[in-house]
T-cell receptor
């Protein structure tokens, strides 16, 4: 049981390049999330998808786009990377109801923009 | 909007000391509350959770009680071990905000042998 799988694990981009971070979950969860983690800032929500077919902005959406391709997959795109987007990116998913509320995380993508 | 405020770190304790990491929250509805732990180089793992007021979550000797009157969810452990060294995150999920999950800034805990 893989849980939440993110690719790639590491990436170096030049300023202005574009790339897509991929995320897939096999737990049949409705909700999926993208976070970035920076030193001293905790996890900040970039975008989330409460269910297939919907996406919403989080706390720090500028410079990013997302696609909820189907129930399993939720991708994050950087159209024109900037050094300020150097960070560790985490994808997460969660189910619903009162007993299934927590998020499950992938292992993260460490992105460096030079 | 929803927010989570947790104790600034880093926190350094000796082995077998008592641990408290404070967490308070602001939410428009009645959120579920969580503590996550992150070991070096890894993703986040759920440590414990509570889904309604007065619930106590517990796991691996850690406990936290959902206090609606003080909007708090403080993490405690009676006797810490070196293996507890990690970063701890408090988080909430508020269904009135379309299921967003919001995290605090994290508290780095180091335990001395």
């Amino acid at each position: 049981n893989a849980g939440v799988t993110q690719t790639p694990k590491f990436q170096v981009l030049k300023t202005g390049q574009s790339m897509t971070l991929q995320c897939a979950q096999d737990m049949n969860h409705n909700s999926m999330y993208w976070y970035r983690q920076d030193p001293g800032m905790g996890l900040r929500l970039i975008y989330y998808s409460a269910s297939e077919g919907t996406t919403d902005k989080g706390e720090v959406p500028n410079g990013y786009n997302v696609s909820r391709l189907n129930k399993r997959e939720f991708s994050l795109r950087l159209e024109s990377a900037a050094p300020s987007q150097t960070s560790v990116y985490f994808c997460a998913s969660s189910g619903g109801g009162q007993t299934n509320t927590e998020a499950f995380f992938g292992q993260g993508t460490r992105l460096t923009v030079v | 909007g929803d927010s989570v405020t947790q104790m600034e770190g880093p926190v350094t304790l000796s082995e077998e000391a008592f641990l408290t990491i404070n967490c308070t929250y602001t939410a428009t509805g009645y959120p579920s509350l969580f503590w996550y732990v992150q070991y070096p180089g890894e993703g986040l793992q759920l440590l414990l959770k509570a889904t309604k007021a007065d619930d106590k979550g517990s796991n691996k000797g850690f406990e936290a009680t959902y206090r609606k009157e003080t909007t708090s969810f403080h993490l405690e452990k009676g006797s810490v071990q070196v293996s507890d060294s990690a970063v701890y995150f408090c988080a909430l999920r508020d269904y009135s905000s379309a299921s967003k999950i919001i995290f605090g800034s994290g508290t780095r805990l180091s335990i001395r042998p």
